[in-house]
Nanobody, 118 residues
Framework: QVHLVESGGGLVQAGGSLRLSCAAS????????MGWYRQAPGKQRELVAT???????NYAISVKDRFTISRDNAKNTVYLQMNGLKPEDTAVYYC????????????WGQGTQVTVSS
């Protein structure tokens, strides 16, 4: 089992910045993918950014050049630096973990609310 705890959400004005953190604990495998997804009201959950343990990143087109994902493997923690926030970035942001021993099954955090006012 893997437990994910997110922090760092909040209310910010358009153009502002926030930094999300997600700490993973439990049966962490050295080869894994951690990332961030978000879900706005009435919409499906969508990928924001992922980062493999080997350092490969993947970003949604809508956030590329504004958001940066990073990780500290020693702390099993992944970060999402969000700059130039827009009202359409408003959503609940979820941390995600997957790894080979569990067949790449998804583990999710509880979510953290990000609200961007115009």
């Amino acid at each position: 089992q893997v437990h994910l705890v997110e922090s760092g959400g909040g209310l910010v004005q358009a153009g502002g910045s926030l930094r999300l953190s997600c700490a993973a604990s439990g049966s962490i495998f050295s080869i894994n993918v951690m990332g961030w997804y978000r879900q706005a009201p009435g919409k499906q959950r969508e990928l924001v950014a992922t980062l493999t343990s080997g350092g490969t990143t993947n970003y949604a087109i809508s956030v590329k050049d504004r958001f940066t994902i990073s990780r500290d493997n020693a702390k099993n923690t992944v970060y999402l630096q969000m700059n130039g926030l827009k009202p359409e970035d408003t959503a609940v942001y979820y941390c995600n973990y997957k790894s080979p021993p569990t067949g790449w099954s998804d583990y999710w955090g509880q979510g953290t609310q990000v609200t961007v006012s115009s």
